[in-house]
């Protein structure tokens, strides 16, 4: 990729290196911009997780879980993963050490990373780097995905590895 960006520069005749210093230049205020925004969603982050909410969700929602036969311990993971990338590879790690990659849970964490994004990740950034305040119908549609690739999952693993 890099010979051939510098292929065509050459052929083109434009100074790659002038361009490429340019493009650095305004990354640097792009960031200066978005830093406010991921110092929020990172603040955010922590009080979910440090605040006991998760504990709490987790209690509420074990009887369901136990009747539809899914392990409870991986609630956290399709909780935290729209939020956090990091928190939910933690999470998925932690599954792993303790029941093991190829156990179900291990299958089923890890179709459910697979099937989701960090949604909350995704519209801060996304939204945030280009001033849009008012997100609309944009984080309901993107949560909803990620319910629909947890469903998914769940059916997926349920029928292929049980």
Known sequence: MVVFIVLYGYLKKIDIYDTFIEGVKESFSMIFNLFPTFIAMILAINIFINSGVLDFILNFFK???????????????????????????????????????????????????????????????YFGSIG????????????????????ASIVVVNLFFN
């Open 63 to 125: 009887p369901l879980f136990a009747l539809i036969k899914v392990p409870v311990e991986v609630l956290p993971l399709a909780l935290v993963r729209p939020i956090s990338g990091s928190a939910s590879l933690a999470y998925l790690n932690n599954i792993f050490e303790t029941k093991g990659p190829d156990s179900f849970i291990g299958l089923l964490g890890s179709v459910i990373q697979g099937c989701t994004d960090t949604t909350f990740y995704v519209v801060s950034l």
């Open 132 to 151: 849009i305040k008012k997100i609309r119908y944009s984080l309901f549609a993107s949560l909803f995905a990620d319910l629909v690739g947890i469903i």
